[in-house]
Structure formats: structure tokens, C-alpha cells
């Protein structure tokens, strides 16, 4: 089975500080994402990942930054958490194959928030 | 335009029926990829089911199906036989093609809540 870890299920920052999140996935898998899920918006992707060192920002990029050094792990960075930050951050990752992505697996979800 | 619209934002279902739950899209480019994912209350999404653009038949899985119209834009996920743990949030999402500069991501719709009765 596909599993995808996020290192906290909770997390509590102050407003400022530099926040890290991160994501490992044990399928070798290439694509790679990072989403946003706020009530009554859905998911929305913040930044996707395809190869080691290659990153594409999705639809709400702003505020965040992103990193993959190793194919299995992806961190979100957020430089300086503010409170409209404060959300369910989730993982995921998808085979690439034939020139489309397959199925998303999903991580545990991280819920953070910011005071 | 919303790319994927999920107009029922609630839903209730008696233990045992069979329940519909409704999403369209819209895309331009001739070849895409549909998914349901469920999200229980513990947060995890969970893949369910999956359509291509190109499948001549509906997709099903156990019981799960996907009442694919082509046609009308719409891939409606069909839960049969609905149990008390079916109750959760689920989501549809659209995967676009090269075409549209798609490929890799998800466009994921707000979801429908559903909740299974007694």
C-alpha cells in the first residue's frame, strides 16, 4: 500500500515565524503536491512537485515556498505564518506515467494553526 | 467558469439505499480524468473511483459507480447499498490533459457532505 506521512497532525505556530511541513511517501512516486483544504472552498493546491528540484506553483502560491531534495520527501515552507494561514495543510502524491498522473494518495493531513 | 461544481452541499441517506451524489465539469480538452475521493471525519482522503475520458463503460468499484455523461459534462458517483461508515465528505476532481496544461494536477470540486441515517 501507498502511504504517505506528514510530520504532525497538529501544529501551532505564532504569528512570524518561519513554519516547515513535511510530507515523505515510501511508492517512488514522481508528482508530488501540497494542498490547502478550507471549509466550503475544498482543496486547493498551493505548489506540485514532478521531479527532484522541480516545482510548479498551483492556484494560492503566495505566502509559501516549497522544497524537494529527495524524490520521496516534499516540504511546504511558510516564510513568515500569518493567521489566514491557519488551515488543514495536505500531502499527496501520484505515479506519473505515460504523460498523465494517476491517483492521488493522500497524507494524514497537518492542522495548523497561527496566533 | 468553475471547473468542477458539486451543488449539494448536504446530503442524507437511509441505511441501505442507494445514493446519488452529483458533480459536472467543464473542460475543453478532449482528454481527462475523473475521480470521487471520500474524506472521513478523521481527515484522510481516500481514492475511490476513477473515470477517463475515453472509457467506453462506467467505471465501478465494489459499491462504488460512476454514472459517467459525456455528453452532459456530469460524473455522478453511485453509492449502493449505503452503510452507517459511508458517512463523510466526498469530492470530485478533474484531471485536464496536455492540451489545457494539465496532466499532473487535480482540480477538485467544494464537496457534498453526506450523512447515512438509521
Known amino acids: 500500500d501507498v502511504k504517505v506521512t506528514q510530520s504532525s497532525r497538529y501544529l501551532v505556530k505564532r504569528t512570524g515565524e518561519k513554519v516547515f511541513l513535511e510530507c515523505v511517501q515510501d511508492?517512488?512516486?514522481?508528482?508530488m503536491f501540497w494542498y490547502r483544504q478550507d471549509p466550503g472552498l475544498g482543496l486547493r493546491l498551493i505548489y506540485f512537485?514532478?521531479?527532484?528540484?522541480?516545482?510548479e506553483k498551483g492556484d494560492i502560491p503566495e505566502g509559501y515556498s516549497v522544497s524537494r531534495e529527495k524524490k520521496e520527501r516534499f516540504s511546504l515552507i511558510l516564510e513568515s505564518a500569518s493567521t489566514n494561514q491557519t488551515s488543514m495543510y495536505l500531502c499527496?502524491?501520484?505515479?506519473?506515467?505515460?504523460?498523465?498522473?494517476?491517483?492521488?494518495?493522500f497524507g494524514p493531513g497537518t492542522r495548523l494553526t497561527v496566533t | 467558469a468553475q471547473k468542477i461544481t458539486q451543488t449539494q452541499p448536504g446530503m442524507f441517506v437511509q441505511e441501505k439505499e442507494a445514493v446519488t451524489l452529483d458533480c459536472t465539469y467543464d473542460?475543453?480538452?478532449?482528454?481527462?480524468?475523473l475521480f470521487w475521493y471520500k474524506q472521513p471525519s478523521s481527515g484522510e482522503m481516500i481514492f475511490l473511483i476513477y473515470?477517463?475520458?475515453?472509457?467506453?463503460q462506467n467505471a465501478t468499484e465494489g459499491r462504488y459507480s460512476l454514472n459517467f455523461q459525456k455528453a452532459r459534462k456530469s460524473a455522478n458517483l453511485v453509492i449502493s447499498a449505503s452503510q452507517l461508515g459511508d458517512s463523510a465528505m466526498y469530492f470530485c476532481?478533474?484531471?485536464?490533459?496536455?492540451?489545457?496544461?494539465?496532466?499532473?494536477?487535480?482540480?477538485f470540486g467544494t464537496g457534498t457532505q453526506l450523512k447515512v441515517e438509521l
Open positions: 499527496a502524491s501520484s505515479l506519473f506515467a505515460g504523460g498523465v498522473s494517476y491517483e492521488q494518495y
Open positions: 511508492m517512488d512516486h514522481e508528482n
Open positions: 512537485s514532478y521531479d527532484v528540484k522541480m516545482k
Open positions: 473542460t475543453s480538452d478532449p482528454s481527462y480524468g
Open positions: 473515470q477517463g475520458s475515453y472509457d467506453q
Open positions: 476532481a478533474m484531471r485536464e490533459g496536455r492540451l489545457t496544461g494539465g496532466g499532473n494536477k487535480l482540480t
